[in-house]
């Protein structure tokens, strides 16, 4: 079933887009919802009349948007978050709602929905992607780190502490 979105939906596609959905989907939660109408021929011709005419308002848009993916150029995060000492593994995850607080702390606000990233659970690199207009898209690092420093001291001193051990059950030997 083809449909024309009448307003943006996380996942699917952004206004004025027609794109092909589960009758389902379609029938029972975009239509009656108003998300979206049924894409017939006379619908397709009124959007792009639509659309012809818009066409100024929507390059004014793509334009602010990609001043503002300007603001997000050099931005690096560092989101610490509470680790498990054994295995440095993180207790829950680093989500969207996360990095979208970290970047409201240095001054761009951004709406959560609009941050996609991959499931983050250990500590390391990861890359957050902002979609902030259709075409304009930009790329953040997140850097996470573990509140616990002492698992880094502990995993060092384990060997050390092994060693003794060795010894003491040669000598018996």
């Known amino acids: 079933m083809e449909v024309i979105l009448k307003e943006d939906v996380v996942g699917l596609g952004y206004k004025d887009d027609i794109v092909t959905v589960k009758n389902g989907y379609g029938r029972n939660f975009l239509i009656p919802t108003g ?5 017939t021929e006379s619908a397709k011709k009124i959007l ?3 659309l012809r005419q818009r066409a100024h308002k929507i390059a004014a848009i793509k334009k602010e948007a990609e001043e503002r993916a300007t603001k997000y150029q050099g931005v690096r995060l560092s989101i610490t978050a509470h680790t498990n000492v054994a295995t440095g593994a993180l207790y829950g995850s680093v989500s969207a709602a996360e990095i979208a607080e970290a970047l409201l702390a240095k001054g761009l606000e ?5 941050i996609f990233v991959k499931t983050i659970k250990e500590v390391g690199n990861y890359i957050a992607t902002v979609r902030l207009h259709k075409e304009v898209a930009v790329e953040i690092p997140v850097e996470v780190l573990s509140d616990a420093p002492l698992a880094v001291e502990k995993k060092e001193e384990a060997p050390a502490a092994e060693a003794p051990a060795a010894e003491e059950a040669a000598a018996e030997a």
């Open 110 to 114: 951004t709406e959560r929905k609009l």
């Open 48 to 50: 792009a009349e639509n």
């Open 35 to 39: 998300k979206a109408i049924i894409a």
